[in-house]
């Protein structure tokens, strides 16, 4: 009860900076002496800290005191990891993004642990210099993944056919907790982080990249697009980890991509504006299906396909009301992705975060997770 406890107070102050001991006994229905007693622990570690004073009651008696997560407590690395690149990123306990680095790299199932070291060596040198520790790491990358267990089962595009227990590959190098997760779920795990005061429920994270290398132009018909799916406040993942996958109810055979586009005319759609919008509408389409099917309050939109904001947005809304069966208007926003092309590597490092701060009486499946006897952040809830 005292660890649950000592959640539920870390996550409140986490969703609510510069809140006061009285108002988190108020939200969660403790008594004050409860709060006090975690909060100076919290204090004394410096993993909270007091950051002003509020105004005394008309009754009179001490000033309350404000309270939010210090922020530079540690640092956490986010990396995307793609066949042809890599992005890092380093954010601190707030969110505030650090660090960031992206380069040409070729990544492989055969080579992907060698790089992931090499990739974390060069991110520890470099933010040596600020004097934080690092607390954690996390990984995205295509394919279907395991979060869980942090296997990979298989990525196409990494050219990983048979499971990759990833977790065991680098856990016993590490003292620090590293999760993998696929690359729109971070982004989905990014959008829970970054409006975390919003506190958003249902919404999708659709993730599109315009592929350019040979190989992958065989495979995807060069595009690739996925979804991350959160349904009441959570990550959802499926019976065997595979939501998100996508084909468009349109695909006809033989085509290797998702579309109804054939092969040749996918490699133009960027150049070709009829095909352009064409692949547009037929994406918003598949959109507006999951939209009103599941009542979405949020699509967002990642990838190659931001730079044309304006010519999706009245598409997608034209295509979510067209198939909507009610005279109302579908209330739902249309946003794009809060950290552009760092979308992924900073989903990475917030789902870190959210895992963190996340609310004790959420189920999260967590007793089977092989991480989920680590602690995340030792001797804090201790």
Not at 334 to 352: E, N, Q, T
Request: net charge negative.
């Amino acid at each position: 009860m005292k660890n649950i406890n000592a959640s539920r107070i870390l996550r409140t102050i986490y969703l609510n900076k510069g809140i006061s001991r009285i108002e988190i006994s108020r939200i969660l229905g403790l008594d004050k002496s409860t709060i006090t007693n975690v909060v100076s622990d919290f204090l004394a570690q410096g993993l909270v800290k007091i950051t002003a004073e509020g105004k005394a009651s008309t009754l009179g008696g001490r000033k309350p005191e404000k309270l939010s997560i210090n922020k530079d407590y540690g640092y956490v690395v986010g990396f995307e990891l793609q066949p042809e690149s890599y992005t890092a990123v380093t954010v601190n306990l707030d969110g505030e993004i650090l660090f960031s680095r992206s380069e040409e790299i070729t990544i492989s199932g055969s080579n992907l642990v060698s790089v992931f070291f090499e990739l974390l060596e060069s991110i520890r040198k470099e933010m040596k210099k600020s004097g934080l520790p690092i607390i954690g790491i996390g990984v995205g990358l295509p394919g279907n993944i395991n979060p869980y267990e942090g296997i990979i089962y298989q990525s196409i595009p990494l050219n990983i056919t048979n499971s990759l227990d990833f977790f065991t590959e680098v856990s016993h190098k590490l003292d620090i907790s590293v999760f993998v997760e696929n690359d729109a779920n971070c982004c989905s795990w990014g959008e829970l982080a970054f409006h975390k005061r919003e506190q958003l429920k249902n919404f999708i994270f659709v993730l599109v990249e315009f592929r350019h290398g040979d190989v992958l132009h065989s495979l995807y018909g060069s595009i690739a697009a996925g979804m991350g799916i959160v349904l009441n406040g959570k990550v959802h993942y499926g019976e065997s980890f595979t939501a998100g996958e996508f084909k468009s109810l349109f695909w006809k055979h033989p085509n290797k991509g998702q579309f109804s586009l054939t092969d040749e005319e996918l490699l133009r759609v960027e150049k070709d504006r009829e095909l352009f919008i064409r692949f547009i509408r037929e994406l918003s389409m598949n959109i507006a299906l999951l939209v009103n099917t599941f009542n979405l309050s949020h699509v967002f939109l990642g990838g190659s396909i931001e730079k044309f904001q304006s010519d999706i947005i009245p598409i997608l809304r034209e295509e979510i009301q067209k198939n909507w069966s009610y005279p109302n208007e579908v209330k739902c926003a249309i946003r794009f992705s809060s950290f552009g092309d760092r979308a992924v590597a900073y989903g990475a490092a917030g789902m870190f975060l959210e895992r963190v701060f996340a609310h004790p009486e959420v189920p999260q499946n967590d007793v089977s997770l092989r991480w989920g006897g680590i602690d995340l952040l030792p001797d804090l809830r201790g």
